[in-house]
């Protein structure tokens, strides 16, 4: 009998393998991880993907070393949808599925270790393993065969990963003077606990020490907090969110794949819509991933499903955990009982079974795409449709900002819609204000008076701030007085960002630096001066002008890079450890302060007039969703957004958080141009080496080619041209912009110009809906 094998490194493809003789047949699985050689060189993972008794003709056929594990890490449904999902982006199935296995999966550095009654322990390492004669082959094969021999660390063993503890909340005094001055951490507990929400006995401990029982003691005494049920911290539903959560139930009954956006304001309760869904789809024993586009939101949503879901199987899952954590939870979660995963886009290629609901908080958001720089192209919506389309399973979209794409389709009848029109709990929506930045004075300063006043009146009044400002670092650019010239990398051409925190001049896309002080590279002189403003500058000036011992926290990529570096400062900022919260456009969705009743975007301006026909789209929702985090307490929430183009028709729908009147207005600018979602767009991607000198040329041909290419396949094609980023990591870059009716016609055309067009030193990759147009 014969296998197909699809490896997991170079060179990617599928090759027929025989079933070695010393394991019985009915061992080998669809979907099963296996070890093969290749050549003359180390054995190489592969994943089985048939069996048959075709023999090819004409070739000596090897067999198979070993299988890597006893179950199958795949479904053969699952491994259906990945590999259409490959062929979509036309990228070969084995190196798709290389980009997203942990590492040691895809790997045969290992040891079998032997545990058999008669034949007492033993551990061989792989590679010796490969050295055995046939008789010792025969009889490891036999004990692997009975279940006895298995690869060391193979997530058997591993900890329990859900909980059940003590859950305890704020109780808002009848008097506030119950609690003293002098009551230091007793106050510090209980304005953490009111912001929060809730926290568990350990998370506490965390936070305050070994104290914290004798707090809470004392706080109890007070009747300042209570403890809390597992399963009772959501809010009972209003009638709206009760009637979205009707409908999607019906949905899970319909047996069908059913698509179901739910459009809600911020704060509108859409975190309790999910909870209760999951919650139900549990109790017909299906599992359901809950996924946010960044690790912070995914982390928020992990505690709220374990506590609301006490005797559930909750796993958290993303790319910021250990690499045994990852390897652990990806081989555990096709063997459990029905679950909830929680996580980033990544969670999705966990091998779940039995899927009954995938929902996707903030579906609008660009991160749930991954672009050609972090590996293999790929968008989470797209995979989780796939997903639900083979288990019949039901797909929520939520947001406040929906994908233009998303909703159109929604008003098209394509997709199920529900909307929660107003905040959960009878709140109002924030004012917002434009300042006006073209007012004289206002040119090199960060906040204007108004939103400095603002901010001294909020504080006056204890209540937490907010302001955004989507740029880090403290300088956009390190200016030279004495030849002109501002600091460039020099591998990308792009202007260095000057970090006062870490004295150094750094380039963002690819890493290079400059220590601070160091000569221009132009003229070498010394008196580089910072240009711009980014969160730490913005941050210094509010120090600089609020009074002494106002605490002010960021978060920005920087301050997030160190270990649980956006949790700390979500957590101090809560626990009221700060008034005052700079960062970017981390701290535009999916927080909760209730304390916080300003909020302040600095540069309401930074992307509408990027090279880019969602520009418009993306400060829209950047904006309304960063003005959702004013008032979502019980005080008035009030936003000043800082611009210098105050006539753009984006604002008076921002002003009024009106989506639905931004949506009239985009689609009419979509239709004229021809745009999504009135056509379907991609981008092909050129680079080359920076010192290749025919690329001109090259370029001049190509576009030859795929003009007459294009009228074959009925797309059109602008370009190429240079990218607005013309050189990254010492490579020319240029892309090529494609619009069609259809995506197979996109597949066609792209296809046939690479088998036109002589590829080397450029490489060329193919962007379908591309996130940036950059």
């Known amino acids: 009998m014969f296998a197909d094998i699809e490896l997991l490194s170079p060179p990617y493809g599928t090759l027929t393998y025989a079933l070695p003789a010393y394991f019985p047949e009915g061992i080998w699985h669809l979907g099963m991880r296996v070890a093969v050689p290749v050549g003359t060189g180390p054995l190489r993972v592969g994943i089985l993907m048939r069996l048959h008794n075709d023999e090819p003709d004409g070739f000596i056929v090897r067999p198979i070393f070993w299988p890597l594990e006893h179950q199958s890490l795949f479904s053969e449904a699952t491994l259906q949808i990945l590999m259409q999902l490959s062929r979509r982006q036309l990228v070969p199935f084995g190196r798709f599925l290389e980009s997203f296995l942990p590492k040691r999966l895809r790997s045969t550095e290992a040891a079998l270790k032997i545990c058999s009654p008669d034949e007492g322990e033993e551990k061989i390492p792989f590679r010796e393993l490969r050295q055995r004669d046939e008789a010792q082959l025969f009889r490891v094969g036999r004990l692997w065969a009975d279940g006895f021999a298995d690869f060391e660390n193979s ?87 009760k009637a979205s959560l009707a ?96 996580g980033t886009r990544s969670a999705l290629f966990l091998p779940l079974s039995r899927i009954g609901c995938i929902i996707l908080d903030e579906e609008h958001d660009a991160s749930f795409k991954q672009d050609a720089v972090e590996g293999v192209t790929y968008h989470a919506k797209e995979l989780a449709w796939g997903l639900c389309h083979a288990y019949r399973a039901l797909l929520v979209l939520g947001s406040a900002t929906p994908d233009l794409k998303t909703f159109y389709a929604a008003r098209q009848g394509l997709l199920h819609m529900s909307v929660l029109a107003d905040r959960a709990g009878g709140g109002e929506l924030p004012s917002v204000q434009l300042v006006d930045m073209r007012k004289p004075g206002r040119k090199s300063v960060c906040l204007a008076p108004e939103s400095l006043m603002a901010i001294e009146e909020a504080r006056k009044r204890d209540e937490q701030v907010i302001v955004m400002l989507n740029r880090r670092g403290y300088a956009s650019a390190m200016y030279c007085p004495d030849c002109g010239k501002t600091v460039r990398c020099p591998h990308c051409d792009i202007g260095l960002t000057y970090h006062r925190t870490s004295e150094r001049m750094i380039c963002h896309y690819c890493g290079f630096f400059l220590p601070v002080p160091s000569p221009c590279p132009s003229c070498g002189g010394m008196t580089l001066l910072p240009l711009g403003q980014g969160t730490e500058r913005l941050e210094e000036q509010l120090r600089g002008i609020l009074p002494d011992g106002e605490r002010i926290l960021r978060l920005d990529r920087d301050s997030a890079n160190k270990k649980d570096g956006a949790e700390k400062i979500l957590g101090a900022f809560g626990r009221h450890e700060a008034g005052i919260l700079v960062g970017t456009q981390m701290i535009s969705k999916g927080l909760h302060f209730p304390d916080v009743t300003l909020a302040i975007i600095a540069d309401g301006d930074s992307g509408l007039n990027l090279p880019d026909y969602r520009a418009a789209e993306r400060t829209f929702q950047l904006l309304v969703q960063s003005s959702g985090r004013a008032g979502r307490g019980e005080r008035p929430g009030r936003v000043l957004i800082q611009t210098a183009d105050p006539e753009h028709y984006c604002w008076r729908y921002v002003l009024h958080g009106d989506y639905e009147g931004f949506f009239a207005h985009e689609l009419e600018l ?64 240029f892309q090529c912009l494609v619009k069609s009716p259809d995506w197979p016609s996109v597949r066609r055309f792209y296809a046939a110009v690479c088998s036109a067009v002589e590829a080397r030193p450029v490489r060329m990759s193919l962007d379908l809906d591309p996130v940036s147009m950059m």
């Open 155 to 241: 997530g058997k063993h591993s900890e329990k990963i859900f909980f059940e503890e003590a859950f305890w909340a704020a109780v808002k005094p009848d008097d506030e003077t119950v609690l003293s001055a002098r009551a230091v951490k007793q106050r510090a507990m209980w304005e953490y606990l009111r912001s929060s929400g809730y926290a568990s006995l350990s998370e506490l401990k965390h936070r305050f020490g070994s104290s914290c029982r004798s707090v809470l003691e004392s706080l109890q005494k007070k009747h300042l907090v209570r403890s809390l049920k597992t399963g009772e911290v959501l809010p009972d539903l209003n009638a709206a969110q």
């Open 247 to 342: 409908e999607m139930k019906r949905a899970l009954h319909s047996g069908q794949s059913v698509t179901h956006l739910l459009f809600g304001v911020t704060g509108s309760g859409k975190t309790a819509v999910y909870l209760q869904l999951a919650e139900y789809c549990l109790s017909l024993e299906r599992s359901v991933f809950l996924l946010a586009p960044e690790v912070a939101l995914a982390v928020r949503l992990y505690k709220d499903a374990v506590l609301h879901l006490p005797h559930a199987r909750v796993l958290l899952y993303h790319g910021s955990l250990s690499k045994e954590a990852r390897e652990r939870l990806f081989c555990e979660s096709g063997h459990t009982e029905p679950c909830v995963i929680v």
């Open 670 to 733: 979509r239709r004229k141009y021809a745009y999504p979602p009135f056509s379907h767009v991609a981008l092909l991607r050129f680079s080359c080496p920076s010192d290749w000198r025919g690329i001109e040329s090259y370029m001049f041909s190509f576009r030859e080619q795929a003009v007459k290419i294009a009228s074959e396949c009925g797309v059109s094609v602008l370009g190429p041209a240079p990218a607005p980023l013309a050189r990254l990591n010492d490579r020319k870059r």
